[in-house]
C-alpha cells in the first residue's frame, strides 16, 4: 500500500524548484516507495513567486510566510531551500512541529548553526537529510567502493577542486550571498562544503589543516528589486563583498593521507568545473562533474606507466539503474536531486536515515570553519568533529 506525505517547499528559488521537480518524479523512477509525496504549500516571500510557482507544478496552497507551513497539519515533511541565514529558524521551527526536513547545504551560517537543526531534528525523532549531491553520483559511490576495498592500495593523496564563474561578472548584483550575516562563508559554505563533504565521504575524517581565502572582486551594485540565482545589476549602490571568493585548503586525514582542497566561484572560464583525483600506493581514481557517468580508474601492479581506463557507469552501479538502462546512457544534474528525494521518503518511511544526514552537515561545517580560522591565523588548525 502506498501512503500520501503531504510535502511543503519552503524558499522557491532555482534550488527550490528542483526540489520540487524531484518530489514530482521520485514515483516514476522509484514506484516501489512506500511513500508519495503530495505538493501541499509553497512558502516564498518575495510576492506573486508563491503563487506562480503553486499554480505551474500543482501545490494545493501558496504562502509568503514560513510559519504557515510550520503550523499546517496536513504538511509531514519539508524542503527547506531558503537563503541560509533562515535555515537556523527554520530548520528548528520545521522538526520542532514534526515535520521531517530536507534541508540544503550548508545548513546555516557555521557549525553552531548545523548543530541546532541537528539537535531539533534528533530531539524530535523525525528524519533529517542535506542536500550534498555529488556523493549520489553513482560514479563517485563506485570510487568510494574502489578506495574502501583497497583497489588502488592506501590512500597517499587527494585533490578536489570546486570551479565556477557563476560570480565571476563584475555587474553580478550584490545579494544575500556576498552578506558575511546572510550568506555566511562565502565559497566555502557555497562550494567547499560540497568539498567537505566528499573528502569525508570518500576518505574518512579530516584531522588539521591550513588555508588561505582570498576576495577578487571587493564590489558590487545593489540590486533594485528581488533576485533569483546570480543576477546582474548595473548602475546600483555600490557594496562591499564582505565574504570569500576563494579558497585553497591543505588537508591532513586521521588515515595519514594528504589532500587539497580548491574552490573558486569566480574562475573565469570555468562552468561547474568539479571533481577528485585520489592517488594510491597501487592506483588512481578520477572524478569530473561535467562528465559525471565516467570514471577514470588505474590499477595493477605496473606502478609506473600504469594506464587508466575509463569506466562507464551502469545499472550495477549505485542508483543508476532506476534512471538508465544501459552503462553510458547519461544521468544529469536532477537526476542526483532525486535520488535525494528518495533516499529521504525512504528515511522517512523506515525510520532509519539514507544519504546524507545532518551529522554529515555538522561535519562539514567544522571542516569550513576551520578553514576560516585557519585563513585569518596563517597556521595549521585541527578540525575537532
Not at 517547499?9 to 514530482?24: E, K, P, S
Not at 595493477?300 to 546512457?329: K, L, R
Request: proline content about 4%.
Amino acid at each position: 500500500m502506498v501512503d500520501a506525505l503531504g510535502v511543503a517547499v519552503v524558499g522557491f528559488g532555482w534550488m527550490g524548484r528542483v526540489h520540487t521537480q524531484a518530489y514530482a518524479r521520485v514515483a516514476h523512477h522509484y514506484p516501489l516507495l512506500p511513500l508519495r509525496p503530495e505538493l501541499i504549500t509553497v512558502a516564498e516571500e518575495v510576492p506573486g513567486r508563491a503563487e506562480e510557482a503553486a499554480a505551474r507544478f500543482g501545490f494545493a496552497s501558496a504562502a509568503r510566510d514560513w510559519r504557515e507551513v510550520a503550523a499546517d497539519p496536513r504538511v509531514r515533511a519539508v524542503s527547506i531551500t531558503a537563503p541560509n541565514f533562515l535555515h537556523r529558524e527554520i530548520g528548528v521551527a520545521m522538526a520542532e512541529a514534526g515535520k521531517h526536513v530536507w534541508i540544503e547545504k550548508p545548513v546555516g551560517l557555521g557549525p553552531e548553526d548545523a548543530r541546532a537543526v541537528a539537535d531539533a531534528v534528533a530531539r524530535a525523532g523525525v528524519q533529517g537529510t542535506v542536500g550534498f549531491n555529488y556523493r549520489n553520483a553513482p560514479a563517485v559511490e563506485v570510487a568510494r567502493e574502489l578506495i574502501a576495498s583497497g583497489e588502488i592500495g592506501t590512500v597517499t593523496h587527494v585533490r578536489l577542486r570546486l570551479f565556477s564563474d557563476y560570480a565571476a561578472h563584475p555587474e553580478g548584483a550584490l545579494t544575500w550571498r556576498y552578506e558575511r550575516e546572510r550568506g555566511g562563508s562565502g565559497v566555502l559554505g557555497d562550494l567547499a562544503s560540497h568539498g567537505a563533504d566528499l573528502a569525508r565521504f570518500l576518505l574518512g575524517d579530516i584531522d588539521s589543516l591550513t588555508a588561505d581565502t582570498a576576495v577578487f572582486l571587493s564590489e558590487r551594485a545593489r540590486p533594485a528589486g528581488a533576485t533569483a540565482g546570480h543576477s546582474r545589476a548595473t548602475g546600483g549602490e555600490l557594496g562591499a563583498v564582505e565574504n570569500e571568493d576563494y579558497v585553497n585548503c591543505l588537508l591532513r586525514f586521521a588515515s595519514g593521507a594528504r589532500g587539497v582542497l580548491e574552490a573558486c566561484r569566480v574562475s573565469v572560464g570555468e562552468q561547474n568545473n568539479y571533481g577528485f583525483e585520489v592517488h594510491g600506493t597501487r592506483g588512481a581514481v578520477f572524478w569530473d562533474f561535467r562528465r559525471m557517468n565516467e570514471l577514470g580508474v588505474s590499477r595493477g601492479t605496473d606502478y609506473q606507466d600504469q594506464p587508466v581506463s575509463t569506466v562507464y557507469v551502469g545499472p550495477g552501479h549505485g542508483e543508476f539503474g532506476a534512471f538508465q538502462p544501459g552503462a553510458a546512457n547519461a544521468m544529469g544534474f536532477d537526476d542526483l536531486k532525486v535520488i535525494e528525494a528518495y533516499r529521504f521518503l525512504r528515511s522517512v518511511a523506515e525510520g532509519v536515515p539514507y544519504g546524507a544526514t545532518l551529522g554529515d552537515a555538522v561535519r562539514s561545517a567544522v571542516v569550513l570553519d576551520a578553514m576560516a580560522r585557519s585563513a585569518e591565523s596563517g597556521a595549521w588548525v585541527p578540525v575537532a568533529y
